[in-house]
């Protein structure tokens, strides 16, 4: 059976689905990508702040508690999370480093270790492209989901395989929770009975 491993490029995916103003539900996203074959394991990769350099009690602090929950939820659904903290510089802007080069080094080192037969990179970010081709070059299969708005024509072209996800987001999309107490209209109850 074929053997896959997943890279999920957060800050490119997190990019497209803010645009696309959706949110994904990251289980279903995994089991969608793998289709029959068997997931050795998917893996997140992002940014954090440093919690030095975030004020308590700020809309930044509640920023990053909940993407800590969101990255400890990841965890809870068996995605490995590996994370780099986010560079602050003097602006206050933050800088994200090192986190496409994790993901590109883990893509290489398992292939070299015969992990995987397809790599499956959930990104846009041509920067991937030598990576990509490097994979191949030693046997490997490498396929690219990504959303249009961020996809790159290039890591497109010299994947073996590319998903538009845009064409199937009601595949992973996050269906929204309504609590007991909320009233439901009568057209919203006949829109969520046509996207089922």
Known sequence: M????IFIDGSNLFHAIR??????????LVEFLR????LVRAYFYG????????????????????QRRFLEELSLMGIKVKTAPLRKLPTGEY?????????????LSMAY?????????VSGDSDFSYTVEEVQ???????????????SYLLRKICDRFILLDDYVDRFIMEEKVLPTQEISFWEKIKRLWKK
């Open 19 to 28: 645009y696309l103003n959706i949110k994904i539900d990251y289980s279903k």
């Open 47 to 66: 940014a954090v702040p440093q919690e030095r350099d975030v004020k308590r009690n700020t809309p930044e602090w509640e920023s990053l508690l909940r």
């Open 35 to 38: 289709e029959d074959r068997k």
């Open 137 to 151: 070059r030693i046997g490997k299969r490498v396929e690219n989901a990504s959303f249009r708005k961020t996809s």
């Open 95 to 107: 800088l994200e480093k090192e986190v496409d080069i994790m993901l590109a080094t883990d893509m």
């Open 113 to 121: 270790m015969n992990v995987y037969d397809t790599a499956i990179l």
């Open 2 to 5: 074929e053997r896959v491993v």
